[in-house]
C-alpha cells in the first residue's frame, strides 16, 4: 500500500539547482529513517544521502557539500536540494525508507551543457 512518489527532476546546466521531492502515501515518514538513490543504465544503484528520524544526515563523498537531503513529516515527504550539479550526477533518483517497499518510478536529473 505504501507509495513513495518521485518528482522535481529535470534537465539543468552543470553549476545548476534542483529540489527533488519524495512524497509518501500510505504510510508516515514519521520516525523512519529515509534516503536517496541514483541509477545510471546499466550501473548499480548508488547511495546518495539518507536523513534519521532526528534529522541526523550523512552523504555519499561525491554528493557532499553539495546536496542536502531534509524532511517535513506533516507533509510527509522527503527533499533532496542539489547545488552546484554536475555532468556526473546525471541519474535517475529514487528515494527508499528503512523497510522492504517497492521502488517507485524516480525522477530523472540530466545535467549537461
Known amino acids: 500500500q505504501v507509495q513513495f512518489v518521485e518528482s522535481g527532476g529535470g534537465l539543468v546546466q552543470p553549476g545548476g539547482s534542483l529540489r527533488l521531492s519524495c512524497a509518501a502515501s500510505?504510510?508516515?515518514?514519521?520516525?523512519?529513517?529515509m534516503s536517496w538513490h541514483r541509477q545510471i543504465p546499466g550501473k548499480q544503484r548508488e547511495w546518495v544521502a539518507e536523513i534519521n528520524s532526528r534529522d541526523g544526515t550523512d552523504y555519499s563523498g561525491s554528493v557532499k557539500g553539495r546536496f542536502t537531503v531534509s524532511r517535513d513529516n506533516a507533509k510527509n515527504t522527503v527533499y533532496l536540494q542539489m547545488n552546484n550539479l554536475k555532468p556526473e550526477d546525471t541519474a535517475i533518483y529514487y528515494c527508499?525508507?528503512?523497510?522492504?517497499?517497492?521502488w517507485g518510478q524516480g525522477t530523472q536529473v540530466t545535467v549537461s551543457s
Open positions: 500510505g504510510s508516515s515518514i514519521s520516525g523512519r529513517h
Open positions: 527508499h525508507a528503512d523497510y522492504a517497499h517497492p
